[in-house]
C-alpha cells in the first residue's frame, strides 16, 4: 500500500543474503490484517543449507493495553555434544510482551524469552543474547510511592553455565513508601523488599528486609551544603538445600539467620562559581563520612544479588555500593572527592570527577583485592568528559592504581561529526572483575562510522576487537540509500567467534525498507 493506506493485508518487501553459515537465504514476510487493532506478520526464512524457519509475529492492542508475541520453528539437524553425529529435532523461539493498565495506580505485564536449545537464535540470527529473561510482574505508582510484585525465570545459553544453578524467583516483592509529614525537618522513606528464590542443584533462599530511612539538607553560611542522614536496616534469611563449599558467596549452614544494620552519615559540599564572559567555571570539593557498627556479613547469608560489585565514578558517594541487599558495608569510612565544570556557548563542556575511599580497617573479605576497594584506601576513580556542541563528544571513565597509578580500569568513549559524516569508538581495558561476575582481564576496542558520499547514498562501517587475545570478534560493512521515503541496505557482516556447532561465518544480505509503511502498520 502507499502511504495514503493505513492497513492492508499483503506482501511486504523481501530481504535477501548469503552466509557461509545457512547458506543463500529469503525472508518473504506477509502482512495480515485481522481488525484495526490486531495482525499476524508471516515472515518464513528459506535456505539453501539449513532449515526452513517459520517465523511470525501477533500484535494485539485491547482497551486496558497491548501485547506482542513473536516466535518460530523449524525442523533442523544438531550435535548432541561436539563431534557427535547429527539428528533431527524441532527447534523454536518465543519472545513477547504485553502490558495492561487496571487503573490509574496499577497495571501488570509479562516479558517472555524462551528457545528450545542454546545455539538456535545464532544460528539463524534472531538475537545474539546469551542469557534470556522471562518476566511476568504486576506494579503501582501513587507519587512517590511505589510497590510491585513479580516472578523470574532465566535461561542461559552459555556452554559454561550449569542450568541446575540458575535459580527460579518466585516471587520478589517491593514496597517503597514517603510519609508526607517530615521528621526534624527531613524526609522519612520506608522500603521493604522479600524474595524467594529455589534452584535444583544448590541453595534455595527466603529473604526478608526492610529499612527505614531519614535525610535532610541544609544551606549554611557561604554557600555550604551539608546533607545529614541516617539508616536503619533489619534484615531475616532462611536457606536450605546448603553444602558446606569454600566458594564465598554461599553459605555454609542452613536455617534461620537475621542481622540488623544502623548507619549514620553526612555529606559536605562547597561549590565556587565563576562566570568570565560567555563561560562558566565551577569547582566543589565533597567530603562524606558514614558509620555503621562491623560485622554485618555473617558466613551464612548467601551472596545472591551483591556478586557483581564494580567501584567507579557512578557510585562514588553511594552510603552502600554493593548493588544488592545481601552484602553492606560497614565500618567507619569517608568518601573525599572533587568535580570541575566548564560550561560554554552552545552546549560545550567539560567535566571532571574523581575521588577515593577511606575506611579505619579493610575490608578484603568483602571486596575482592581486584575491585581496587577493599583496602584502607581504595583506587581513584573518576570521569573526564568533553562536549563540543553536537560535533565531539568524548567521555573516559577511569580507576587508577593507587600505589603506581597504573590504569586498571580504562574506558573511552566518543563521536565526531555531523549527522551525515560522523564516527563512533570506544576503547575498554579491565584489570579483572569478580570471579563470581563471570568477568575476566579484558581489553577491548569497537568503532563505527557512516559517510555520505553522495545525495541520499551513504557508506557504513564496524568493527570489534579483543585486544587482550589478539583476535577480532565482528566486522561489517554496508551500502545505504536513504530518503524521505525508502531506505535500501546492501550489507556484509563477519562473525569471528564460535559456539559449539556455529562456526565462524559471513553474511551478505539486501534489505528495502519503504518508512511510510513502517509508520502506518502499527495497530
Known sequence: PDPSVKRKSGLLIPSIGGSSDIGNYAQIPYYFEISPNEDITFNPLFTTRAATVLKGEYRHRIRAGQYRLDGSFARDEIANTPGSPNREVWRSHLFGEGIFRLNEVWRYGYEAQLTSDDTYLKRYQISDLDRLRTRAYAEGFAGKNYASLEAFYFESLRATDDPGKIPLVHPLGELIWYPQRKLAGGELRFDANAI???????????????????????????????????????????????????????????????????????????????????????????AQILYSPYGGNPRDIPNEDSASFEFDDTNLFSANRLPGFDLVESGPRANVGIRYALVGPKGSAVDLVVGQNLRLRPAKSIFNAATGFGDRQSDYVGRVRLSLGPY????????????????????????????????????????????????????????????????????????????????????????????????????????????????????????????????????
Open 196 to 286: 524467594s528464590l529455589s534452584r535444583s542443584d544448590g541453595p534455595n533462599t527466603n529473604r526478608l528486609s526492610t529499612s527505614a530511612s531519614w535525610d535532610r539538607s541544609a544551606v549554611l553560611l557561604g554557600g555550604n551544603l551539608v546533607k545529614t542522614f541516617a539508616n536503619l536496616r533489619a534484615d531475616a534469611y532462611y536457606t536450605t538445600n546448603v553444602h558446606p563449599n569454600p566458594d564465598p558467596t554461599l553459605p555454609q549452614r542452613g536455617g534461620y539467620v537475621s542481622r540488623v544494620v544502623p548507619t549514620v552519615g553526612a555529606e559536605w559540599r562547597w561549590p565556587f562559581v565563576k562566570r568570565g564572559g560567555s563561560y562558566s567555571h565551577v569547582l566543589e570539593p565533597v
Open 392 to 523: 565531539l563528544d568524548v567521555t573516559e571513565r577511569f580507576r587508577v592504581d593507587r600505589h603506581d597509578f597504573s590504569f586498571n580500569r580504562h574506558e573511552v568513549t566518543g563521536r565526531v561529526g555531523t549527522e551525515n559524516y560522523w564516527a563512533k569508538a570506544s576503547f575498554l581495558q579491565l584489570s579483572e572483575e569478580l570471579p563470581a561476575s563471570g568477568l575476566q582481564r579484558r581489553k577491548e576496542f569497537s568503532g563505527s562510522t557512516r559517510l555520505k558520499i553522495w545525495d541520499s547514498w551513504y557508506i557504513e562501517g564496524n568493527a570489534r576487537r579483543d585486544l587482550a587475545n589478539n583476535r577480532m570478534i565482528s566486522s561489517g560493512a554496508a551500502l545505504v540509500f536513504s530518503n524521505e521515503c525508502a531506505e535500501i541496505t546492501l550489507q556484509y557482516k563477519r562473525r569471528f567467534t564460535s559456539d559449539r556447532e556455529i562456526r565462524p561465518s559471513s553474511a551478505i544480505t539486501l534489505q528495502i525498507r519503504l518508512k511510510t509503511l513502517g509508520e502506518t502498520s502499527n495497530p
